[in-house]
């Protein structure tokens, strides 16, 4: 694997930002009342992700330290209203059920942590990499999360695409689903698959340094790559 | 706490309670408000509390089952929790939301975090919140002897009177359990009887939610207004029978009383200043939220760590 795809495997499915990383919790909650809202917020931050990783990975050696997180956000906003002006004029429907939430990409942790943790210190193009795997990564959980949602408190499936599909009228949705309280219990309920799955594959291994509180832990990405050098050895 | 400390030498005398023993005093104390709603509702409802029961009971076998773990179906806290998410329903409700909401309440809110002991909020109300907010319509339909009408607390925000008599008597419409408050009454002086459930909580949570119904009810002390909020609503079943439970409400004698007045001014401010009639299922799980805090708090120091942080 080049180091160009790793990026992308990576942002994916081992360091998903969603599922694994559990950055951006707000647009996942908020917006993924549908498949399409979710596909559609996750796509336009990864528009913004991707190019706000190539530009700051160009103007890295320019930025001054000191000033680093104000630099990034005005990259950042700039981007994001580049998208938000874009999505107004092209996909109306969308903005209006994005509402807020697209200027609030500005700060969705998922960009500045990229930007911080890895655009800044690696070259252009494998940071745009790592922009679209974070990206596709962030599109396909929010879209899985809203998929799942959708098919359960409105009972359709992939609405406002031309793919919609209604459920027959003897399948109740379940309308809590839909509200707020619904993407806690999806959200929940797939990471703890995954984690299972995680678990089954793997095997439950303990981490030196880690107590097995997984719940007062901030280094997972860490914990994940111990984890495969201790199964190197 | 104080007579926790007076621990004398061994050998001890040891309780006779069980898990088992307590529950099935629980189900034997809900029996008055369930021959209740038979008695007024025929047949239906006793179909909707057996549903109920019979899946929260499966759902529990085939979780326990399906995951290797001990089955713990005999000890009857499934049973008690579907019995009283039915309880919790219209007497018109369709049998598959008994059904989802026993599934729920078992499979997410009780087994996923660990079984018995281990959940983090009543099971059988935080279903019935599920299906609340899912199904409400079908959920605040109550018909009685086939027609439909307001609920005495849906009365008594809009400013009516309500007769109090037949509150207590249970000729009024609300869910199977909730109609008749002597019904529920006789199985609280049951349990307090065999000493299942202590005083503490539901005196504390009713007398509070009292203070505050006077307090800002706007009605003063009408005799008529806060009776009729007594005895309607779930209050009284919720009080005695679900601010009551073990695992999910403090274990401390100051942290009982904390949480009853909690509950009392979260339940009196849903029912005065929400946008429905009744509270009492919300701000006993608010309350269930805030039970490992009120520990924290109200946990006695013990002899010898005065004055010190532990």
Avoid at chain 1, 46 to 75: E, F, G, Q, T
Wanted: proline letters at 4%; aromatic letters at 8%; hydrophobic letters at 50%.
């Amino acid at each position: 694997m080049s180091k160009y795809t790793e990026r992308i495997y990576n942002g994916i499915v081992k360091e998903n930002p969603t599922f694994i990383l559990m950055l951006g919790m707000c647009p996942t909650l908020a917006v993924t009342t549908s498949a399409f809202n979710g596909m559609g917020m996750g796509l336009s931050t990864m528009v913004v992700l991707v190019a706000s990783n190539l530009l700051i990975s160009m103007l890295r050696r320019i930025i001054p330290d000191k000033v680093r997180i104000p630099a990034y956000i005005v990259v950042v906003a700039t981007l994001v209203t580049v998208v938000q002006l874009l999505i107004q004029a092209f996909i109306p429907a969308l903005y209006d059920a994005l509402g807020l939430y697209i200027p609030l990409i500005v700060v969705n942790c998922i960009i500045l942590g990229r930007a911080e943790s890895y655009a800044s210190k690696n070259p252009p193009v494998v940071s745009a990499c790592d922009g679209i795997g974070m990206g596709l990564g962030f599109t396909l959980a929010l879209t899985l999360i809203g998929f799942f949602r959708e098919l359960i408190g409105a009972g359709t499936i992939l609405s406002g695409t031309p793919l919609a599909v209604t459920l027959p009228e003897i399948y109740e949705p379940i309308a809590i689903f839909v509200l707020a309280p619904g993407a806690f219990l999806v959200l929940a309920l797939i990471i703890a698959t995954l984690n299972a799955l995680h678990i089954k594959n793997n095997g439950n291994k303990k981490v030196e340094g880690c107590d097995g509180n997984c719940a007062s832990c901030s280094g997972l990405s860490r914990c994940l790559s111990e984890q495969e050098k201790q199964g190197v050895e | 706490m104080n007579d926790l400390l007076n621990v004398s030498s061994s050998p001890h005398v040891r309780g006779k309670a069980t898990t088992r023993s307590i529950m099935y005093d629980v189900l034997i104390a809900l029996l008055p408000a369930t021959a209740f709603s038979v008695y007024r509702f025929g047949l239906y409802p006793l179909a909707i509390v057996l549903v109920s029961m019979l899946a929260a009971v499966l759902t529990e076998y085939l979780y326990e089952k399906g995951t290797k773990r001990r089955v713990t179906i005999a000890d009857g806290s499934a049973a008690v929790t579907g019995l009283l998410l039915a309880l919790n329903l219209p007497s018109t409700i369709p049998l598959w939301i008994p059904v989802l909401g026993s599934v729920f309440a078992i499979l997410v809110v009780k087994q996923l975090f660990g079984g018995i002991g281990q959940n983090f909020m009543n099971p059988a109300l935080a279903a019935r919140c599920f299906l609340l907010i899912s199904f409400t319509g079908r959920m605040t339909t109550f018909s009685v002897d086939s027609v439909t009408g307001a609920t005495p607390l849906a009365v008594l925000k809009s400013g009516g009177q309500v007769d109090i008599v037949s509150m207590l008597i249970g000729n009024t419409g609300g869910t199977i359990g909730e109609i008749s408050t002597i019904a529920v009454l006789v199985g609280a002086v049951y349990l307090l009887a065999r000493k299942v459930i202590s005083w503490l909580i539901p005196v504390s949570y009713i007398g509070t939610f009292v203070v505050c119904l006077v307090l800002f009810g706007g009605h003063g002390l009408d005799v008529n207004f806060i009776l009729g909020h007594l005895c309607g609503g779930g209050l009284m079943l919720g009080a005695w029978f679900m601010a009551t439970d073990y695992v999910t409400t403090p274990i401390t004698k100051n942290g009982k009383i904390v949480f009853g007045v909690l509950i009392g001014v979260l339940t009196c401010v849903f029912r005065l200043f929400g946008g429905s009639a009744g509270g009492v299922s919300y701000a006993i799980i608010l309350g269930n939220l805030c039970v490992p805090l009120i520990e924290k708090v109200t946990m006695p120091k013990a002899f010898g760590w005065e004055g010190k942080q532990s």
